[in-house]
């Protein structure tokens, strides 16, 4: 819907990150009539040794150009207090207790979807755009969660844990099209982050390991590295809570690898690890979900629908019943403690839960 009369105008705060998907959601929104604010979001300017440069300075230097390549007003807000205190201590707190938490989840619900959502409507914009492959539809008052039609970069997952109110003030611009093209679209507006490469690693950090990044707050706990069937010592490992369930980079020994983490034994001390990719060990058919977030309304247990466990996975045909226990059809492998599982129907984001 084009919206011509200026006055009446529905103003959208962009968050504009410097990468080219957010710089197209600007550009559709512009073209659609609305009223276009880009608000890039600090939340991490620390240098670390393991990245080259300073990526935030990049990504506003880019974000900014774009602002003014599709003249636009921009503006920076600072989270990074936050984000440390949401996401990176989240983190934090959650892999020294042993599980694996996903931060771009945790990132979405508490800063972009949370403090961010907030801050603008407090300012007086209307909604907040993102440039997340996802759609919204709204249904007599109540509103759907749709997986973004370009199948290879759907982020529906990533938006699992956002409720009704949150999506009532978001659009997601680009989640009716293509990846390539958006690239296609940033081309002809003759946009400075049309060949930008999308942004890797942890969310607003950058692209730094994850063990990398946990060593200067951890306090590892070390031990052996043991073959599970033949109980053989394999070497010593740097800390259990750098590796999660079926991992197979960082285990460090020789022989008849590579070896895959099939269990942590955090009394002992103990990395549990076996030779056979296939080891029905590393497979589950029945988990414990905790913290179920509900974006659908009036949803009766169990329910039968698809599950999804980790990002890009295939969704597997399941039944979750009123204990919070989900049952799928077929063995999955590497369940982990920390990750959500997240409910679909259809192309539908019913809610998820946090895997026990």
């Avoid at 010593?236 to 070896?259: A, K, S």
């Amino acid at each position: 819907m084009i919206l011509m009369n200026k006055k009446n105008k529905i103003k959208i705060a962009v968050g504009l990150s410097g990468g080219v998907d957010s710089s197209v959601a600007v550009l559709l929104l512009k073209q659609q009539g609305y009223d276009v604010t880009g608000v890039f979001m600090r939340n991490w300017s620390e240098e670390l040794p393991e990245i080259k440069g300073c990526p935030w300075e990049v990504d506003q230097r880019d974000a900014q150009l774009v602002a003014a390549e599709l003249d636009i007003p921009f503006y920076v807000v600072n989270f990074e207090k936050e984000y440390y205190d949401h996401v990176v201590k989240y983190m934090i707190d959650a892999y020294q207790a042993g599980i694996t938490p996903n931060p771009d989840i945790m990132c979405n619900q508490e800063i972009k979807f949370g403090i961010f959502l907030d801050k603008m409507i407090k300012l007086g914009f209307d909604k907040i755009a993102t440039g997340h492959y996802a759609r919204v539809e709204e249904h007599k008052g109540q509103y759907k969660l749709l997986a973004g039609i370009d199948k290879n970069k759907d982020q529906s997952y990533f938006l699992c844990r956002l409720n009704q109110q949150q999506l009532s003030k978001s659009l997601f611009p680009i989640g009716e099209i293509s990846k390539p093209e958006v690239r296609k679209l940033a081309e002809k507006a003759g946009l400075n982050t049309s060949d930008k490469k999308d942004s890797q690693g942890i969310c607003f950090i950058g692209n730094i390991k994850v063990r990398d990044f946990l060593k200067r707050w951890l306090k590892p706990t070390v031990g052996k590295i043991v073959d599970i069937n033949n109980k053989k010592i394999l070497g010593d490992h740097i800390g259990l809570e750098y590796f999660t369930i079926g991992q197979r980079e960082g285990i460090e020994v020789g022989g008849t690898g590579p070896y895959y983490v099939v269990d942590r034994d955090f009394k002992s001390g103990d990395l549990l690890v076996t030779n056979n990719q296939e080891d029905q060990l590393l497979y589950q058919q029945e988990f414990q979900l905790d913290q179920i977030n509900w974006i659908a309304k009036d949803i009766r247990l169990p329910l039968e629908c698809g599950f999804r466990i980790r990002y890009r996975d295939k969704i597997i045909p399941g039944v979750l019943d009123k204990d919070n226990i989900v049952k799928l059809v077929t063995k999955q492998r590497a369940v982990t403690s920390g990750q959500s599982a997240v409910f679909y129907l259809d192309d539908e984001v019913l809610g998820s839960g946090i895997i026990v």
